[in-house]
Every structure is written in structure tokens, then in C-alpha cells.
């Protein structure tokens, strides 16, 4: 199961629409931050700081080589969080199938 913190961290991360369309971009491959950054009409330094959040989200990967940066996308932490949403619905569905049911059987119950 995804640690509470693990979880926090990356659906913290996918809230921002910046933050996704940076993980879009970087579905298609490794980028230097500068590429990154190059569509979006804030500062690098703004871009920067989504970054570190996607980092500390372990969704993204940062690899130096001499002055540029590059990052790459991670999908072990979206992964996990899907599996945590479809194990949470599934628990849902279940509990609110039974009470559907219960609620069924007493109204067929009643004169």
C-alpha cells in the first residue's frame, strides 16, 4: 500500500495544471528544464519551483550533465496513487452495492 506522505505528495503534485502539463511534456521523453519551461509565460524561476514539487513527488527525475539539467517522468508514484484510487472505489462500490441492496430488501419488506 502507498504510504499516506507518498500519496499526499504526488496528488499534491498532479493538482496544479502547470505541474501536469510539465509531466505531459515530459511523457514523450527526457527534456532540459529550459525546454520545459519554454512554453509556459512565467519565469523559469516560477517553473523551477513546480518542478521541486514534482521531484519531491518523486515524479520526476533530475540528471546533470555539466550546466544542464534534464528531467525525465517517473511513473512508479502515478502508478501507485492509480492503485490506491481504484482499490478506495472498489472498496466504495462494494459497501454502497450492500447498502443498496439492504435498502431494496427493507422497501419490498414494508406493507
Known sequence: MTAPRTLDRTLTALA???RRAILQH???GEARVTEVAQPF???LNAVSKHILVLERAKLVKRRKVGRDHYLSYRSGPLD???KWIDTTRHFWASRLDT???LL???DAAKP
Open 16 to 18: 496544479d495544471p502547470t
Open 26 to 28: 515530459l511523457s514523450s
Open 41 to 43: 509565460s512565467m519565469s
Open 80 to 82: 501507485a496513487a492509480a
Open 99 to 101: 447498502l443498496e441492496q
Open 104 to 106: 431494496r430488501d427493507e
